[in-house]
């Protein structure tokens, strides 16, 4: 499901009344690895960090990686009307300026694309996944 939406003056966006129970916990913004955003629910983040820590850092790459998703991350409350504040540090690496597109691509998270990332993203998928798609051999 992709949504589009705005951001309001403030920086803040309106997580999609279909995914909002998932946050009443809290949510956590963070970078993705796509030049998008990362919404977690609390818990899910929660999962992602036990993950992360199960693992052997004595890799430079994988802290590397860590790194990138950790030192980002905002933890913030859905406001009355369903919105958070998208801290500018993450609108500025995701290039979001005004209009912002939501998917639900991960059922753990949801993405939070610039219009214009997207746009370019969607142009990568349709030219790259049938043939991604046979090579992994999935299902059509």
Not at 37 to 42: E, R, T, V
Not at 46 to 53: F, G, S, T
């Amino acid at each position: 499901m992709l949504l589009k939406h705005s951001l309001d003056e403030k920086g803040r966006v309106a997580i999609p009344k279909k995914f909002r129970d998932l946050f009443k916990a809290g949510i956590v913004l963070t970078r993705g690895f796509d030049r998008c955003l990362l919404a977690y629910p609390l818990d899910e983040w929660r999962k992602a960090e036990d993950a992360y820590a199960a693992l052997r850092n004595d890799s430079p790459e994988l802290r590397l990686v860590m790194r990138h998703r950790r030192i980002y991350r905002e933890e913030a409350e859905l406001d009355g009307q369903g919105r958070v504040l998208v801290p500018s540090h993450l609108r500025e690496y995701a290039g979001i300026q005004d209009g912002v597109v939501i998917g639900d691509a991960n059922p753990r998270y949801l993405e939070i694309w610039s219009e214009e990332g997207f746009l370019a993203e969607e142009k990568r998928m349709d030219e790259r996944v049938p043939d991604l798609a046979r090579e992994l051999q999935l299902p059509q």
